[in-house]
């Protein structure tokens, strides 16, 4: 079993940033990507951000420019830093893993409990 654990959400003003972390823990033999989604009241969740292994990041056209996704692959954490925050990316902020649990095992994703993120003035 895989466990992803979110950290770094909060409260900020308009503008502000904040860094969220997740890492990733339990058995698995490789990890294939990893990527943050967020969902607001309301609304459907939605792809913000991923890293695949070998580095390659993508990210939604909503965020270009002011988030940014990064990993640090030996310790199995993926980061989110969030810049220039506006009222609309208040939403929870979700982690999602794709691991392997052996060479030959097709990916299978997990996903952690959600941080909450909330910008207001």
């Known amino acids: 079993q895989v466990q992803l654990v979110e950290s770094g959400g909060g409260s900020v003003q308009p503008g502000g940033s904040l860094r969220l972390s997740c890492v990733a823990s339990g058995s698995f033999f490789s990890i294939t990507s990893m990527g943050w989604y967020r969902q607001s009241p309301g609304n459907q969740r939605e792809l913000v951000a991923t890293?695949?292994?070998?580095?390659?990041?993508s990210s939604a056209a909503s965020v270009k420019g002011r988030f940014t996704i990064s990993s640090d692959n030996p310790k199995n954490t993926v980061y989110l830093q969030l810049n220039s925050l506006k009222p609309e990316d208040t939403a929870v902020y979700y982690c999602?893993?794709?691991?392997?649990?052996?060479?030959?095992?097709?990916?299978?994703?997990?996903w952690g409990q959600g941080t909450q993120v909330t910008v207001s003035s």
């Open positions: 999602n893993g794709f691991t392997r649990g052996t060479e030959a095992e097709s990916p299978h994703d997990y």
């Open positions: 890293v695949i292994s070998g580095g390659t990041t």
